[in-house]
């Protein structure tokens, strides 16, 4: 079995940045973490880490708790225009999480979804962005 490394290259991060990590868990994808880590060339930052991040991925599921709550979070530690992208099981898969649930939550915390694809066997990804503001 080959590993799919389209993945982590469409996450749009880069060599020298630095990307906190949230939600980890034992069924997370541990391929799609290393190619990540090989991506920004080094360990990807834990819950713990106390600095301004370039990026943020957030592996959630149903049962994890206030999904707004969480993204909320999350952007208190970006840098400005950081990514967040939030993986999430497949459909059919436990624990997964509907797309207008994930809508829904990112809404209210001031993001929108931009874009949504299969990233590992067991896992898809979405990519949250700031919602434009009128000029």
Do not use: C, N
Request: glycine share 14%; proline share 1%.
């Amino acid at each position: 079995m080959s590993t799919d490394t389209q993945g982590a290259g469409r996450l749009g991060f880069e060599a020298g940045q630095v990307v906190q990590e949230f939600g980890w868990g034992d069924d997370v994808d541990e391929a799609l973490r290393a190619e990540i880590e090989e991506i920004i060339g080094s360990e990807l930052e834990d819950e713990d880490f106390g600095d301004v991040t370039d990026g943020v991925i957030l592996w959630w599921r149903d049962d994890d708790g206030d999904l707004t709550d969480a993204l909320v979070d999350v952007q208190t530690v970006l840098d400005d225009g950081g990514l967040i992208w939030i993986f999430t099981p497949k459909p059919g898969r436990d624990g997964e999480v509907g797309h207008g649930d994930i809508q829904e939550a990112a809404t209210t915390a001031g993001l929108q979804t931009t874009s949504t694809f299969a990233i590992a066997e067991d896992w898809s990804a979405t990519k949250l962005g700031y919602r434009g503001r009128g000029k």
